[in-house]
């Protein structure tokens, strides 16, 4: 059975790195208008966290996509067909809690070029060091991680653990 192990970044470590990603983005784009699209479920701790420190005018979306089942990806993105928002001639970040195969990134970042969106960037709190389906290199990183399966702060195993406040291996 798998359980919560070893935590790799709590609380603390958690905020402070936000608050300076939050920094970089908010000077990055400078007086243009943001929207920011979170990846729902995963990415809703940290899009909540980080929007927080970025201009009042950001706007957001959430889009609900999954292709993971267990600890393991399915290879093929769904949910896409059911997004909603307008795009066209706005700069949008897209937010993730996790670069794995580059999958779920590399089919959003089509998606929003083809809804005519002037730029597509990526943040995502944690990437894996693996390899990708595509080369992806998102702009943002909160931090690199070894390729280990884990959970908390949004992440989960089969929807549990998402509640935990603090970023942890998943030990079997
Ligand atoms: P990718 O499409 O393979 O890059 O995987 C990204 C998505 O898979 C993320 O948005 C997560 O939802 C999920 N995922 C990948 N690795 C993990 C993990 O270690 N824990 C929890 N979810 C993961
Ligand atoms: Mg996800």
Request: glycine share 6%.
């Amino acid at each position: 059975m798998s359980l919560p192990g070893e935590t790799l970044f709590s609380e603390a470590e958690l905020q402070e790195r936000i608050s300076a990603l939050g920094k970089q983005i908010t000077e990055h784009y400078r007086d243009e208008e943001l929207t920011v699209v979170g990846l729902m479920n995963g990415s809703l701790f940290f899009m909540v966290d980080l929007i927080r420190h970025l201009p009042y005018q950001t706007q957001m979306e959430c889009w609900r996509v999954s292709s993971y089942q267990g600890k393991e990806s399915t290879g093929s993105l769904q949910g896409l067909d059911a997004i909603h928002g307008d795009y066209s001639g706005r700069h949008v970040l897209i937010v993730d809690d996790i670069l794995d195969t580059s999958l779920t990134l590399s089919k959003v970042t089509e998606k929003l070029l083809s809804l005519n969106a002037l730029s597509v960037e990526s943040c995502v709190l944690l990437s894996k060091q693996r390899e990708r389906a595509v080369n992806l290199t998102p702009k943002w990183a909160g931090f690199e991680i070894e390729d280990l399966f884990v959970i908390g702060y949004g992440l989960d195993l089969d929807h549990k653990y998402r509640p935990l406040p603090m970023i942890r291996v998943l030990k079997d």
